[in-house]
């Protein structure tokens, strides 16, 4: 695998995580807004959340571990 496809699909899993957390965040946001009375479970956007965080926090160590044997591979060619 290209170093460059690993950066991009890090980059990817960071770009999604925080979609998917922007989402849960409406949901929770909304719930009980409209009628004061919603039964909407809260649960499953509070457990997303927890889920979103996890996957952005594991691509980012893949971009810093990236950015690490990028560095590595330059002061061996130097």
């Known amino acids: ?3 460059d496809s690993v950066y991009s699909q890090a980059m990817l899993g960071v770009q999604r995580g925080l979609g998917s ?3 849960h965040a409406g949901e ?3 719930v009980g807004q409209l009628d004061g009375n919603s039964t909407v479970n809260l649960i499953e956007p509070l457990v997303g ?3 979103d965080r996890l ?3 594991a691509s980012t160590e893949v ?3 990236y950015d690490t044997m990028l ?3 330059f002061d ?3």
Do not use: N
Request: no cysteine; hydrophobic share 60%.
């Open 71 to 73: 560095g590595a591979l």
């Open 21 to 23: 957390a922007r989402q």
């Open 28 to 30: 929770i946001a909304s």
């Open 76 to 78: 061996a060619k130097a």
């Open 1 to 3: 695998m290209k170093l």
């Open 63 to 65: 971009i810093k571990a």
């Open 49 to 51: 959340l927890k889920l």
């Open 55 to 57: 996957q952005v926090q």
